[in-house]
């Protein structure tokens, strides 16, 4: 089985990965973001950070297509296509449509796609110039400090692009009224039919 988890950030993503990977038996691949935030951190140009995201897809796909048995996806293409949309310099660039169609063909292979829900952890004392990369540095704009409601925006994009990308059988909402790991893993499990 082919399983992605995504959403916006501190919605408890890698350790529902984590917990699922165990109880299933099937390898993990993690957020596999670091060559983007190098890239950002690092105040590159834009053809140089467009290159770090076509990378990154790359590896993201080379990695999952040698587990054809199955594995868990914490984070997605979905997710590093929001990544880019969330940034003009990116979005507006020639090569938008092709780094699109390509996140959208690979979402196509996974089973199911897991996106937990929003608001269940705490956003207080959350500082994106602390606790996460920014990519504030394309814009010239001072990043913004996190808030439950910037958060918001961003999984209600991802939810929405798994509408627009997939077919709704192959979408797996968590509800809000499942917000413990063992209720949430529990949960998942029955969906799935698989036996706990």
């Known amino acids: 089985m082919r399983l992605a988890i995504t959403g916006a950030s501190f919605c408890g993503k890698t350790t529902l990965a984590n917990n699922l ?16 935030n190098d890239s950002l951190k690092k105040g590159e140009d834009v053809p140089n950070v467009i290159n770090a995201f076509k ?19 914490d984070r997605c293409p979905l997710d590093i ?15 938008s449509t092709v780094f ?16 937990p829900p929003w608001g269940v952890v705490s956003f207080n004392d959350i500082n994106p110039n602390q606790d996460a990369p920014t990519l504030r ?6 990043p913004p400090k996190m808030n439950p409601w910037m958060n918001l925006s961003r999984h ?14 192959k979408i797996i909402l968590i509800p809000n009224s499942v917000a413990d790991i063992d209720e949430r893993v529990a949960w998942l499990l029955e969906i799935l039919n698989q036996p706990r």
């Open 137 to 142: 540095k394309l814009d010239k704009r001072p």
């Open 21 to 36: 990977a165990k109880l299933l038996n099937l390898p993990i691949f993690h957020e596999g973001l670091d060559l983007i």
């Open 156 to 169: 209600a994009s991802m939810i929405g692009l798994a509408y627009i990308w997939l077919p709704p059988e």
């Open 100 to 115: 699109h169609d390509n996140c959208k063909t690979q979402m196509q292979k996974y089973d199911y796609v897991i996106i």
């Open 55 to 73: 990378t990154t897809l790359k590896n993201r796909i080379k990695t999952e297509n040698k587990h054809k048995d199955g594995f868990i996806s």
């Open 81 to 95: 296509y929001n990544y880019w949309s969330i940034y003009t310099p990116l979005i507006e660039n020639s090569y």
